[in-house]
């Protein structure tokens, strides 16, 4: 089990660790004691740096822990002097999550528990590996790490059931308009929703630019969309600096403008449907460069996956879902009957997944690259996305072969590479 704490204190029995360090992660090994969020304890444990292999292309870990504020690891000793000195106090989002999270283990088998921990509480740790390499393969991991999706998906139902509602009741109305009910109630729907989330990045740049959207409609004022991203970003890295290195940060940002950019210049006027399959198509172009600089390969089914897959997920299994977790503080036998409807649906979901990942062919992996290819992939993408019309548009795939076929550094005629792998010695 592991777990992360705030250290109030150190007292440092052996090498000296840096005592202003006050996140630290802890595994705690052969107990069934499981502290609850906003309790005070004691332990004895043993505290090290964090550290990452050294091995290129692979995971760099500690990066990873740096971008988590988590500033040490350890474990927790087999001791007497372990004991809780205090009840929990504060922290009630935590203690919340912490309850739907035990009533959800508790209730659910996999693999919905771990879809149901994960779209409610953006908690992944309980997916499987297969279900990892599934969601990777098809292009789906984006559907249950909650983000503006999600949040925009929560607050447009709420706005439009509000707004209709609202304005039947004329005693209501006379003192507040039915859209701007609607906008204050989609907003702090939104917000619990964020933070049930944790407040993960994706969901504070979601909640900014829904928060800028009502507020517009609160002030009956139009603001252009680019300061709205512009000032999201401005808000994120002021309270998290950090973000910038994280993954999340550009694809998030990346999808929002790509999405705007294609509304704007490409199908604007078109029909419903037609619009939804050529915006998905789109996008997973759009977002191709960024995938293959960082992963290193490409999901070939992305788009026809989630033209299936975010219909389902948004409008069918996040609302059971939520519904589900509602009903758990209300009554657990509806909230039971709400999780077996959405495990028909999750069940659905996952078969599709299953036959397109087991495709020989649902990967195209890519050789490393470089910044500088990035930047072509990226200005070629927005040549291909250019208007209807445009000659020369269909030149920007040219753009796109650095990328797609880097230029490789082979060992000159008669020399060889030698490559040590750093296992953490």
Known sequence: MRIKF???????LSAPIDSEAKIIRLSWYKTNKIPVPGET???????????????????DYETWLYRKNIALLGYIKDDAFNKRISA??????????????????QLLDAPLRGFALALTLGDRSQLSIKERDKLGKTGTSHLIAISGLHLSLVAGVVYFLVRVLFGRIYFFTQYIAAPQAAAIAAFIVALVYAALAGFTLPTQRALIMIGAFFIALLYNKRFAVSHVIAIAIIIILLLDPMAVISIDFCLS??????ILYLNRFRYSSENLILKWVKLQVCLSLALLPLLIFWFNQ?????????????????????????????FLFIQADISILLYELAGIFNACYWNVLTFFSEHKNSIVSVAASDNLNLLLAVIGVFILLMPKGLPGRYLGVLWLLP???????????????FVLLDVGQ
């Not at 705030?6 to 440092?12: G, T």
């Not at 929990?88 to 283990?105: H, K, M, Q, V």
């Open 41 to 59: 304890w004691q332990f004895k444990v043993r505290l090290k740096r964090p550290y990452s292999f050294m091995n290129p292309g692979g995971f």
């Open 403 to 417: 990328l797609l076929f880097p230029v490789l550094n082979r060992p000159k005629h008669g020399e060889f590479e």
């Open 6 to 12: 705030k250290a109030d204190s150190f007292h440092l």
């Open 88 to 105: 929990a106090t504060g922290f009630w989002i935590e203690r919340l999550r912490y309850r739907i999270s035990s009533d959800i283990n």
């Open 298 to 326: 490409a999901p070939v089914f992305s788009a026809i996956v989630n033209l299936f897959a975010i219909p389902l997920v948004g409008f069918i299994i996040i609302p059971l879902l939520l519904v589900s977790a509602l």
């Open 253 to 258: 940002f990346m999808a929002v403008v790509f």
